[in-house]
């Protein structure tokens, strides 16, 4: 298995993805990593048979536009997505612009037939055991209902390929609970959701559900999924934030928090989800997987356990069979 | 003054209307207040001169679907919204449901003329002193982009006259921050903003910089909006879930959350802004307050102040007169 990482164009530099890579094949032994960054900032590597360095000197940065992601055909990213289509490696990870990852990905790599849309899906963690996946996170600003249906299938099957759920529960992000609540779109999706026997869907389920565990897929169109995740991502900065003055504000509060400090720092981390895993995009026929571009060595390698269990499932061999 | 109070249908019971009632014209002696509920549960108030009981017995549940809200012809919220319409009150608060609040205000009371939609707005704090106008809440599932501008030039008088705020600047809510971001209706909305020269338009901003004090109005469809804002509210609940399941982990952190417990209540109750001054039906000829359905007696005296603060300033009537 040959995963290949683009080490480029990420906030943190070269540093967390050779610490990332370090405890990666520490762990997992059956694995070529591939590297597309500067050569000389990953030379602790260069006598090592299962690591391979694709020298880069061009990059994609946060800021650059969709015609500088197109112009820029020696970039990291465009050479890692090529080597991908053509199959010299078997899944990337990248820490790099999501919009760019996502323009070139999709313009590279063939969609699955059976499939109008990829999109990005998050595994987020809930207040019980049970993990759920989300999609769409944001890779479609408009969506259709059959878009939505089509993500929902292929929430279902990732559910259970990687995260061994037997019979994983559908449920649609809306307004409401109830059948007829939301606007026309959701509506629409409802239906299609709730007339197709492949998927068990329990309905609608409302953000402030969520977290509480109730379903092992949520999905939703990826306008609505991109403003959830940020509204999530700022409550909880605004809630440690607050917390934070609150703790600053007498002597006595200021101890405990010191004492309370582990304990924040570990609840402050689960709400960044984002930074675990990574975002995989699903729908391509072959493993993308996006990892957060402040992503820490740690967040770097959870994102290559993701893309190493993808590939030794066949995930993508069998999303392809069970959507035709 | 006539300020109106719907006194059923909310989950607390009426205890939390009476002592809202004392704390309200302990504070302001300008005002009369009547009371729609059961006449039984108010007797403390009956030698009082400005407080009026209307005897109710029948109101709206929680679960009350459209058709039984608009039977209920004897309901207190039916009755105060016709007592309302026909100027025998001059504004109401009601923690009853939000949809049959809505469905009965649209139709016994006259929309503004030059308005198409009223919309739910409420008024949300944020890490700086700023508080920010957020509207549609949820008035309306499906919205256009014209009515998103006619929400942004009501948040925008409205945050001038309720909250003083000299030049209110407005930012539309959206997935990304730059021109050209978002599906269909939020480019179209941004134009909208755009072109109008009545507004000091900031351009977008994303969910998870909305608490970060940078606008005076945030304005989104109803569909987003009511979607934002139970995310938030499902990340509020899970931060602190969390957390208190990390405090209970070790007797250390036990005592520390014990010592910090009143600062915990007090963010997590600056985070459930909706208990805090009730959300505006806003578009009307006439004002209703929607408190929390889970209001205390200071929630239902926020909502008062609220209320007394729009009566006191003729808003409606400047609403009117700018929206001409």
Do not use: W
């Not at 055909?73 to 899944?91: F, P, Q, V, Y």
């Amino acid at each position: 298995m040959r995963i290949a990482i683009d080490a480029m164009g990420n906030d943190n530099g070269s540093q967390v993805f050779v610490d990332a890579i370090k405890m990666f094949l520490h762990d997992f032994n059956d694995v070529n990593i591939v590297v597309y960054g500067k050569e000389e900032e990953f030379l602790c590597f260069k006598d090592q048979d299962n690591i391979e360095i694709i020298d880069c000197h061009q990059y994609i940065t946060m800021d650059d536009g969709l015609l500088a992601v197109k112009r820029k055909i020696d970039s990291s990213m465009s050479k890692i997505l090529t080597d991908l289509a053509e199959n010299r490696i078997d899944g990337v990870v990248s820490a790099g612009s999501t919009g760019a990852l996502l323009t070139l990905s999709i313009a590279k790599i063939k969609t699955i037939s059976t499939i109008e849309r990829p999109c990005l899906l998050a595994t987020v963690p809930s207040t019980t055991d049970r993990v759920f996946q989300y999609l769409d996170m944001g890779a479609n600003s408009d969506t259709s209902a059959h878009n939505i249906h089509q993500f929902a299938l292929m929430g279902q099957i990732y559910s259970k390929i990687v995260f061994k759920v037997e019979h994983p529960h559908v449920r649609l992000l809306n307004i409401g609970v109830e059948k007829g609540k939301g606007d026309k779109l959701h509506k629409e999706a409802f239906e299609l959701l709730n007339n197709d026997d492949r998927l068990i869907f329990g309905g609608n389920i409302e953000g402030r559900d969520m977290f509480n565990g109730e379903a092992d897929v949520i999905v939703t169109d990826g306008f609505s999924g991109n403003m959830t995740l940020k509204a999530i991502e700022g409550t909880a900065h605004f809630a440690f934030d607050q917390l934070k003055s609150a703790i600053y504000s007498s002597t006595l509060s200021k101890i405990a928090g010191l004492l309370l400090k582990k304990t924040l720092v570990q609840v402050k981390d689960k709400l960044d989800y984002s930074r675990y895993g990574g975002a995989v995009l699903i729908g391509l026929e072959k493993p993308v997987v996006k990892a957060h571009g402040s992503s820490n060595a740690k967040a770097i390698y959870n994102a290559l356990i993701r893309l190493h269990v993808i590939i030794k499932n066949d995930t993508i061999n069998i999303l392809k069979r069970e959507l035709q």
